[in-house]
């Protein structure tokens, strides 16, 4: 009767031996190293939407010799892994698991669908391709707002208070021990930065040539300038120079420990403890921008897609008025 416990617990690793690689091949990832394939193709996946800026995921699929669809982990609900492809998106960056990465940048797509190709590493002669649209119908947003102060710096702990003087432990002629001196004062916190003012603006708005109607946009900051297409059937462009946030002041050190009282008795006590350093002032606030709309006569009927934002925080002032002005805008690009 005792050798049965043992009996047990070795068919049963025996089962769990034997049942190892069906667990393999059903629940677990898996690669196309040797499976023969008919074909292979990729898209998009459901609910997914490719805009400039934004990220993309995709689904491929694989025909085996036996009529099997292998279909890829992820978004795609499969086992495949995406190693088990080579995948090139271009104009785009291809990221793990099957995710492109569209640049900011519209001009790119302006023209021309993203194209995607795909390559099983098992089997190089089973590739595909495609041309997935990119869209424009999307709440984009150009921020050119001022930088947020930085916070200030923390105070210095003080530091504990002197030990107190020791008196007399002799017992036919005790004296007691002199009281600890007390903690110095934490320092106090650094002043917040102040937060940046809003960039100057220059924003300029013509029809796109071609299918649309379409906005293009260029929004210009001194020597740096930022592109968009934009939809005006469900999209928009929020055009901010806002001032920059205030820093927030820096934290007070704490006080110092109170010196330990002098050895006597009886034992002095300890000093008080150190206040602390009082907490730094916030900074200002940045002031909003200066923004100036030069529009084309075509774009006119699809001003309402541009929106604008140039407000002060704490402290600092609102921007002036946005300025459009109605002028001829070749296309800009």
């Known amino acids: 009767m005792r050798t049965q416990p043992l009996v047990l617990l070795t068919s049963l690793a025996l089962l769990l031996t034997a049942c190892a690689p069906i667990q393999s091949a059903v629940g677990s990832r898996s690669r196309l190293d040797k499976t023969p394939l008919k074909a292979v193709s ?24 036996d009529g099997q669809v292998l ?3 992820g978004a795609g609900g499969g086992t495949v892994r995406w190693d088990s492809y080579r995948l090139v998106a271009h104009d785009a960056t291809v990221q793990a698991g099957g995710v492109v990465a569209l640049d900011e940048d519209p001009r790119a797509y302006a023209a021309r669908a993203l194209r995607v190709s795909l390559t099983a590493l098992s089997n190089p002669e089973r590739r595909a391709e495609v041309e997935l649209p990119v869209r ?3 709440a984009f947003t150009a921020d050119f707002s001022g930088a947020p102060g930085r916070p200030g710096f923390p105070g210095s702990a003080g530091n504990a208070g002197a030990m107190g003087i020791d008196g007399s432990l002799d017992r036919s002629n005790p004296t007691q021990g002199v009281e600890g001196g007390p903690g110095w004062e934490g320092t106090p916190g650094g002043r917040g930065g102040d937060g940046a003012d809003g960039a100057d603006l220059q924003v300029h708005a013509t029809l796109h ?13 001194g020597g740096t300038a930022r592109y968009f297409l934009v939809d005006p059937k469900g999209g928009s462009l929020l055009i901010r120079s806002d001032g920059g946030t205030p820093g927030a002041g820096g934290k007070g050190g704490k006080g110092g420990a109170g010196g330990i009282g002098g050895l006597g008795v009886p034992q002095g006590r300890p000093g008080p403890a150190g206040s602390d350093g009082r907490a730094g002032a916030r900074g200002s606030g940045g002031s909003g921008g200066r923004i100036t709309v030069w529009l084309d006569p075509s774009a006119q009927p699809y001003a309402q897609v541009l929106r604008f934002s140039n407000q002060g925080r704490s402290g600092g002032h609102d921007g002036p008025p946005v300025v459009i002005r109605e002028a001829v805008v070749p296309p800009l690009w």
């Open 42 to 65: 990729v898209e998009l996946a459901e609910g997914s939407t490719l805009y400039p800026g934004g990220t993309a995921k995709l689904v491929a699929r694989a025909t085996a010799e």
């Open 71 to 73: 279909v890829t982990e």
């Open 136 to 138: 424009f119908d999307k």
């Open 209 to 221: 040539p071609g299918p649309g109607p379409l906005l293009q946009v260029r929004v210009t900051a």
